[in-house]
């Protein structure tokens, strides 16, 4: 099944917290193989992912 720029930004999003179905795995897959602009938009999703894991905050280090 394929899907619109609009649905994969809403599986990638969706990605970060939830594990997805096979379905949407593999319509996500297929949509990333033919689109640039969602391979760059997933690029994103995981630089701010590990941005915010390396995150300190100030109030994480009073708490240490």
Do not use: G, N, W
């Not at 379905?23 to 999703?45: E, I, N, P």
């Amino acid at each position: 099944m394929r899907i619109t720029c609009k649905e994969a930004s809403r599986l990638l999003s969706l990605d970060l917290d939830h594990k997805l179905t096979f379905a949407q795995r593999a319509s996500l897959r297929l949509h990333l193989t033919l689109c640039d602009a969602c391979t760059r938009v997933k690029a994103q999703f995981e630089f701010i992912r590990r941005a915010l894991k390396s995150y300190s905050s100030p109030d994480d280090d009073r708490r240490r």
